[in-house]
Nanobody, 115 residues
Framework: VQLVESGGGLVQPGGSLRLSCTTSGFTFSNYAMNWYRQAPGKERELASSISYDGRFTKYTDSVKGRFTISRDNAVNTVYLQMSSLKPEDTAVYYC?????????WGQGTLVTVSS
């Protein structure tokens, strides 16, 4: 199983970024997917989740209305569209799933929100 994040970078406050997580090695369309994030000096937190079929989504309160999670089961990829970014969104963002009886993580992609 591989999860590979991309799309991070430096963005000014108020800007937008779209993260992607491309997966392989398991039947992507059978499993929910998650985006976690870990800010400097803080614990990793669950930012957003999406059900296996994309019908149901969840967000932590701090990103509601600004982030949108989506997935394309045809290309085994989950996305996180981030808008109205704030300095406190600065973190390493990780793709995650619980599949095949185990938990899998990507390597993370760094998002820095700064002027």
């Amino acid at each position: 199983v591989q999860l590979v994040e991309s799309g991070g970078g430096l963005v000014q406050p108020g800007g937008s970024l779209r993260l992607s997580c491309t997966t392989s090695g398991f039947t992507f369309s059978n499993y929910a997917m998650n985006w976690y994030r870990q800010a400097p000096g803080k614990e990793r937190e669950l930012a957003s989740s999406i059900s296996y079929d994309g019908r149901f989504t969840k967000y932590t309160d701090s990103v509601k209305g600004r982030f949108t999670i989506s997935r394309d089961n045809a290309v085994n990829t989950v996305y996180l569209q981030m808008s109205s970014l704030k300095p406190e969104d600065t973190a390493v963002y990780y793709c995650n799933t619980r599949a095949l009886g185990r938990e899998f993580w990507g390597q993370g992609t760094l998002v820095t929100v700064s002027s």
